[in-house]
């Protein structure tokens, strides 16, 4: 593990052992509101046996009063937003997605291990190593929006690649959910092999993220040039 995954892992869990109550995480955030949507780039984890093995035993481990468990379909690991669906036009997210695809081209497929748990007062998610492939990914989307627009959405810094697992859907008391937490830190981490990254319109309501896929960037790890270059051959 990177010195900066673990130094993160370590500061979380120290920041949580001093944590009386979890804070609710579905408080609306400026802009949003029942039926709008929001463009947003995410790794999601449709195809990955492994992960939703872990996921449903750790699930199974914290049903507690406070907590809204993640459905196994609605497991993802955000990347860029771009906006509200309604403030976005349709011809700059087909540029963007046309941009995304050229840059994404030349990535390879992310090879990934998701664990141990890593809490904090919103929600419990599970670690994702290594952070320096996903955030080459995200270097490219952003690169990919900023062939479009003057500015790019979202701060480049500060970004924390995760996959939680569930939120806190109420002010409830930590002890008893930090105490099962400390008994399934050294579960072994699992690994998942990522080959696209979304463009989805998401939305949040009933306490829980749903969304549907308005296009996708293959992780292909070879030059658009190549790739147009075997799709001809593969026509002849």
Same mark, same amino acid.
């Given at each position: *593990?990177?010195?900066?995954?673990?130094?993160?892992?370590?500061?979380?869990?120290?920041?949580?052992?001093?944590?009386?109550?979890?804070?609710?995480? $579905?408080? $609306?955030?400026?802009? !949003?509101?029942?039926?709008?949507?929001?463009?947003? !780039?995410?790794?999601?984890?449709?195809?990955?046996?492994? /992960?939703?093995?872990?996921?449903?035993?750790?699930?199974?481990? /914290?049903?507690? &009063?406070? /907590?809204?468990?993640? &459905?196994?379909?609605?497991?993802?690991?955000? *990347?860029?937003?771009? @906006?509200?669906?309604?403030?976005?036009?349709?011809?700059?997210?087909?540029?963007?997605?046309?941009?995304?695809?050229?840059?994404?081209? @030349?990535?390879?497929?992310?090879?990934? #291990?998701?664990?141990?748990?890593?809490?904090?007062?919103? @929600?419990?998610?599970?670690?994702?190593?290594?952070?320096?492939?996903?955030?080459?990914?995200?270097?490219?989307?952003?690169?990919?929006? +900023?062939?479009?627009?003057?500015?790019?959405?979202?701060?480049?810094?500060?970004?924390?690649?995760?996959?939680?697992?569930?939120?806190?859907?109420?002010?409830?008391?930590?002890? &008893?959910?930090?105490?099962?937490?400390?008994?399934?830190?050294?579960?072994?981490?699992?690994? +998942?092999?990522?080959?696209?990254?979304?463009?989805?319109?998401?939305?949040?309501?009933?306490?829980?993220?749903?969304? #549907?896929?308005?296009?996708?960037?293959?992780?292909? @790890?070879?030059?658009?040039?190549?790739?147009?270059?075997?799709?001809?051959?593969?026509?002849?």
């Amino acid at each position: *593990m990177s010195s900066r995954e673990l130094a993160s892992l370590r500061q979380r869990w120290t920041a949580y052992r001093d944590l009386t109550a979890l804070t609710e995480h $579905w408080y $609306w955030r400026p802009g !949003w509101r029942a039926g709008r949507d929001f463009y947003t !780039w995410h790794l999601t984890f449709q195809e990955q046996p492994d /992960l939703h093995r872990l996921v449903t035993d750790l699930q199974h481990q /914290l049903q507690f &009063p406070g /907590l809204d468990l993640v &459905p196994i379909d609605g497991l993802h690991l955000t *990347m860029q937003g771009l @906006g509200f669906t309604d403030e976005v036009p349709d011809g700059d997210i087909e540029a963007i997605v046309t941009e995304a695809r050229q840059r994404c081209a @030349g990535l390879p497929p992310l090879d990934l #291990s998701l664990g141990p748990v890593d809490p904090d007062a919103e @929600g419990i998610g599970l670690l994702v190593r290594p952070w320096s492939s996903v955030e080459r990914v995200r270097a490219a989307i952003r690169a990919a929006i +900023a062939a479009v627009w003057p500015t790019v959405p979202e701060p480049a810094d500060g970004f924390r690649p995760h996959v939680t697992i569930a939120y806190s859907g109420a002010p409830a008391p930590t002890a &008893p959910i930090r105490a099962r937490l400390a008994e399934l830190r050294d579960l072994p981490a699992v690994t +998942a092999t990522v080959s696209e990254v979304s463009l989805i319109a998401l939305h949040r309501e009933h306490r829980t993220y749903r969304w #549907s896929t308005r296009a996708t960037a293959p992780l292909i @790890g070879q030059c658009p040039q190549r790739v147009e270059a075997e799709a001809g051959r593969g026509d002849q």
